[in-house]
């Protein structure tokens, strides 16, 4: 089965760095588009950013425009988000996320949308 796994999270200062890894497994992996996803307390989960299978394209979110970058190594089944800018408002569990159709072109943005679902990693924010 899919398996997707998040690394990295932890606690930062406002203006720091973090960058968060996914892990993924159970299936070929260079044909899926990912996203990364979070949930603050009390909020809906929201898109953050995502990527195309082969990595050709790239969506975010406004709030993390110029501040994240999304990135994928088919070879090594991972994809990143490093996270740079952070600021409280950024603090939420991340989620790793994939759909289940392969070779789609367009990136969606709706949690609807996407199948499977990594545990989630907590990043927190310090002002």
């Known amino acids: 089965q899919v398996q997707l796994v998040e690394s990295g999270g932890g606690l930062v200062q406002a203006g720091g760095p973090l960058r968060l890894s996914c892990a993924a497994s159970?299936?070929?992996?260079?044909?899926?588009?990912m996203g990364w996803f979070r949930q603050a307390p009390g909020q809906e989960r929201e898109f953050v950013a995502g990527?195309?299978?082969?990595?050709?394209?790239?969506l975010y979110a406004d709030s993390v425009k110029g501040r994240f970058t999304i990135s994928r190594d088919n070879s090594k089944n991972t994809v990143t988000l490093q996270m740079n800018s952070l600021k409280p408002e950024d603090t939420a569990v991340y989620y790793c996320?994939?759909?289940?159709?392969?070779?789609?072109?367009?990136?969606?943005?709706?949690?609807?949308?996407?199948?499977?679902w990594g545990q989630g990693t907590q990043v927190t924010v310090s002002s």
């Open positions: 159970g299936r070929t992996f260079s044909i899926y588009n």
């Open positions: 996320a994939s759909v289940r159709i392969p070779l789609i072109n367009l990136l969606r943005v709706g949690a609807h949308e996407y199948d499977y």
């Open positions: 990527i195309s299978w082969s990595g050709s394209s790239t």
